[in-house]
């Protein structure tokens, strides 16, 4: 099985900062990583699929980036709404395993 | 709209079954893989299993071989998820979400909590 390992696990930030989280797998998988936000008591959203792959409708300050085992999701400019939980997926084999997460805090 | 509805929350005591339903609407049902993930109170996500609703394949995590069967009716558009044996640390929130061609999960359920508790 494939491992997930997200970093940081929690970050405080201030609106209008740039932001970084990254997950490393435990071995190579092309381009193979979603993104996902999560919101208190929501189902989680889409942001970034195949690695880099804007999903429709999300902010163009939401970009992913990275190939083979190590990916990051960087927000350029966060907004109020950006405070949330992120999750990073590998979708190259099954079991399709997430990380474990990162909470992103107002600071 | 596209929208996956999921059946309501379901308390349940160890030992126990529990039959998670998932109606889809707004697409195709059978173009789409269906995963299932689940979520502890104040934990991370958890993927449980992925069916393909075109002949009923099925993929299931180790961890719950054995003791989970997913399903689907082509006639009503829904996919189902029945858990066995059912422990109180299968308190959860258990969403279903359509697999989009890059198999991201591109429309999540509302999420059905589950709580096992004697």
């Known amino acids: 099985d494939i491992q997930m390992t997200q970093s940081p696990s929690s970050l405080s930030a201030s609106v209008g900062d740039r932001v970084t989280i990254t997950c490393r797998t435990s071995?190579?998988?092309?381009?193979?990583v979603n993104w996902y936000q999560q919101k208190p008591g929501n189902a989680p959203k889409v942001l970034i699929y195949?690695?880099?792959s804007l999903q429709s409708g999300v902010p163009s300050r939401f970009s992913g980036s990275g190939s083979g085992t190590t990916f990051t999701l960087t927000i350029s400019s966060l907004q109020p709404e950006d405070f949330a939980t992120y999750y990073c997926?590998?979708?190259?084999?099954?079991?399709?395993?997430f990380g474990q997460g990162t909470k992103l805090e107002i600071k | 709209q596209v929208q996956l509805v999921q059946s309501g929350a379901e308390v349940k005591k160890p030992g126990a079954s529990v039959k998670v339903s998932c109606k889809a609407s707004?697409?195709?049902?059978?173009?789409?893989?269906m995963h299932w993930v689940r979520q502890a109170p104040g934990q991370g996500l958890e993927w449980m299993g992925i069916?393909?609703?075109?002949?009923?394949?099925?993929s299931y995590a180790q961890k719950f071989q054995g003791r989970v069967t997913m399903t689907r009716d082509t006639s009503t558009s829904t996919v189902y998820m029945d858990l066995s044996s059912l422990r109180s640390d299968d308190t959860a929130v258990y969403y279903c979400?359509?697999?989009?061609?890059?198999?991201?999960?591109?429309?999540w359920g509302q999420g059905t909590l589950v709580t096992v508790s004697s």
């Open positions: 979400a359509r697999a989009d061609d890059s198999v991201a999960s591109d429309i």
């Open positions: 707004g697409y195709t049902f059978t173009s789409y893989f």
């Open positions: 069916i393909n609703p075109t002949g009923g394949s099925t």
């Open positions: 071995q190579s998988i092309s381009r193979s």
């Open positions: 195949s690695a880099s």
């Open positions: 997926q590998q979708s190259y084999s099954t079991p399709y395993s």
